[in-house]
């Protein structure tokens, strides 16, 4: 007995974890993860002592690269740190070459033969990246994390005693570059004084859409904070331009000493970017920190060259983009929102977007968006040609059973009358059956106008009609009317056409009857309490039986 009653509990209570939705930031994702600081250090007491022009070259980096289940939560990596006394010699002529690929994925290729190779910076959109440190004699290949949003500029970095030597070529995604360089510089040569390791936390947070991020960097004891605003705009993510959001904040320091200082100059900079139905499909996280530091006493004097940067992007798998065809631009609540669309009916926002419909507007591709934001809706139609109109939902002012002739054939028919203004309008009709084949007629100056199949359609057991509107509407079943009408009486329209049964009570063109709510994001209020209801009496259930287990 008791093993049947121990079976019916596992029976009442699986159901409830089939009932309730589990919301859980349990999402896959891929965090790739870069960093590196580099110290250029010259001068200084032992320096002028042994009448050296050696340099102190420090660099730590780490690198990251892992899938993991869920968001916001601190993953560790481990650092190495590098300390190289750069000695010199000689001032050499070298002829040579710089060639770099820039991948849709988010990588770096570059080659050199030209020595004294010591920095790897990428700017792109207003944000610089230090890409590689190190110390190379000779030729080298680096492969690299680096963020190019579209278009860039690379700034390689040579050794030259106390000085360094830039270098810079544009670069582009997708793209091969190849640059001949000559510089006369330094012969150097180098050891590593030392190399420690050790861990740190990388920190994973999927920023909130339309919302301020705070953000805060703290470099060598000297840190910036700021809460950043957004800005709506395109970017592109492994080589789509797609609906993005950019927080961007720059801030100064103090890099000082006892005998003297110098400023730093902060730069973090996050992308949120977004891929069909406007899910987020990942981020990129950069910071940079750049500045020099001098004192002088005396003859003794001393610099510093500083340059950090850390580069995190994270990519949300499952998530995928719209290869776009056309943009619109619209507005909720005065935020601006991107739209993004394909004539196949595929949509990208920085808003949610719950239903998408390709429809024809004058005779042009364009398509149907319902956009959510901040618990407001809007219905837009975005064309090829990029323009954007706000589609108005109306409630038709009456709805009456008819029979209109076309082509001499008489055919069952509702005669909708509409009340609107808008540009373009959105509303629904309750089919008099369903599975029905209807066609779609408005009257243009006494004549019916067949619309384009594509701009009604039906969702929910209604049919959504959208159009530039008309004041009257026909809705035509393809069947004769003696197969549908059952119960008739007879009255005059303005098209001469007979009328059969009474007219219906008109419906009412609301979202939720347009579109069907998504499962994912909210759930009624009626389903909310029979959850309730449901979850309060297996409960009782599973004290009875737990006292009837006692008793026993």
């Given at each position: 007995m008791k093993k049947v009653i121990y079976a019916l509990l596992i029976v009442l209570i699986l159901p409830i974890f089939s009932i309730i939705p589990l919301a859980s930031n349990n999402q896959t994702i891929h965090v790739y993860y870069t960093r590196y600081d580099s110290v250029y250090s010259s001068g200084g007491v032992k320096n002028f002592l042994l009448n050296s022009n050696s340099v102190l070259y420090t660099v730590t980096s780490v690198m990251y690269n892992n899938t993991i289940s869920g968001n916001n939560q601190a993953l560790h990596a481990t650092y190495n740190k590098s300390v190289y006394l750069l000695t010199f010699n000689s001032i050499s002529n070298y002829s040579g070459k710089v060639k770099v690929s820039i991948y849709t994925n988010n990588s770096l290729s570059l080659y050199t033969n030209v020595p004294n190779l010591i920095r790897v910076i990428v700017y792109s959109a207003g944000q610089s990246e230090l890409v590689?440190?190190?110390?190379?004699?000779?030729?080298?290949?680096?492969?690299?994390?680096?963020?190019?949003?579209?278009?860039?500029?690379?700034?390689?970095?040579?050794?030259?005693?106390?000085?360094?030597?830039?270098?810079?070529?544009?670069?582009?995604?997708?793209?091969?570059?190849?640059?001949?360089?000559?510089?006369?510089?330094?012969?150097?040569?180098?050891?590593?004084?030392s190399t420690t390791?050790?861990?740190?936390?990388?920190?994973?947070?999927?920023?909130?859409?339309?919302?301020?991020?705070?953000?805060?960097?703290?470099?060598?004891?000297?840190?910036?904070?700021?809460?950043?605003?957004?800005?709506?705009?395109?970017?592109?993510?492994n080589g789509s331009l797609t609906p993005a959001l950019v927080w961007k904040g720059m801030g100064y320091g103090f890099a000082g000493g006892l005998m003297g200082g110098g400023k730093l100059q902060f730069?973090?900079?996050?992308?949120?970017?977004?891929?069909?139905?406007?899910?987020?499909?990942?981020?990129?996280?950069?910071?940079?920190?750049?500045?020099?530091?001098?004192?002088?006493?005396?003859?003794?004097?001393?610099?510093?060259?500083?340059?950090?940067?850390?580069?995190?992007?994270?990519?949300?798998?499952?998530?995928?983009?719209?290869?776009?065809?056309?943009?619109?631009?619209?507005?909720?609540?005065?935020?601006?929102?991107?739209?993004?669309?394909?004539?196949?009916?595929?949509?990208?926002?920085?808003?949610?977007?719950?239903?998408?419909?390709v429809v024809s507007v004058n005779n042009e591709a364009g398509v149907l968006v319902l956009i959510y934001l901040n618990n407001s809706t809007k219905f837009v139609v975005v064309t090829k040609s990029n323009v954007t109109a706000n589609v108005t939902t109306v409630k038709p002012e009456n709805v009456s059973n008819t029979t209109v002739k076309i082509q001499g054939k008489a055919y069952v028919a509702q005669e909708v009358i509409v009340n609107s203004s808008s540009q373009y309008i959105l509303f629904n009709v309750s089919l008099l059956t369903n599975n029905s084949e209807v066609t779609v007629y408005k009257v243009v100056n006494g004549e019916l106008i067949e619309l384009n199949?594509?701009?009604?359609?039906?969702?929910?057991?209604?049919?959504?009609?959208?159009?530039?509107?008309?004041?009257?509407?026909?809705?035509?079943?393809n069947q004769q009317p003696s197969t549908v009408a059952t119960t008739t009486s007879t009255s005059t329209t303005q098209q001469s056409t007979s009328t059969s049964t009474t007219s219906q009570t008109p419906s009412t063109a609301t979202t939720s009857q347009l579109i069907p709510p998504l499962s994912t994001t909210t759930s009624s209020s009626t389903n909310t309490v029979l959850i309730i209801g449901i979850i309060i009496?297996?409960?009782?259930?599973?004290?009875?039986?737990?006292l009837v287990l006692r008793r026993r």
């Open positions: 590689w440190a190190g110390v190379e004699n000779s030729s080298i290949t680096i492969n690299t994390l680096a963020y190019v949003n579209g278009t860039g500029t690379l700034l390689l970095q040579f050794a030259n005693g106390t000085s360094i030597v830039n270098v810079t070529l544009g670069i582009k995604t997708n793209t091969t570059l190849t640059k001949d360089i000559s510089l006369s510089l330094l012969s150097m040569g180098f050891t590593i004084s390791s050790g861990e740190l936390s990388i920190q994973t947070q999927i920023p909130k859409r339309y919302s301020p991020l705070f953000m805060s960097v703290n470099y060598n004891g000297t840190s910036w904070s700021n809460e950043s605003g957004y800005m709506v705009t395109e970017a592109y993510f730069s973090e900079e996050t992308i949120e970017f977004y891929g069909v139905n406007g899910t987020v499909v990942g981020y990129v996280h950069m910071v940079n920190v750049n500045g020099t530091n001098s004192f002088g006493l005396g003859p003794i004097k001393h610099s510093a060259n500083f340059e950090f940067s850390e580069i995190k992007i994270v990519e949300i798998q499952g998530a995928t983009v719209v290869h776009g065809e056309f943009v619109g631009k619209t507005y909720v609540n005065g935020n601006e929102i991107i739209i993004v669309a394909n004539s196949h009916g595929k949509v990208s926002s920085t808003a949610y977007v719950n239903f998408t419909h199949s594509s701009n009604y359609f039906i969702a929910n057991g209604k049919l959504i009609v959208f159009d530039d509107p008309s004041n009257v509407y026909y809705v035509v079943y009496a297996l409960i009782l259930i599973v004290i009875g039986l737990v």
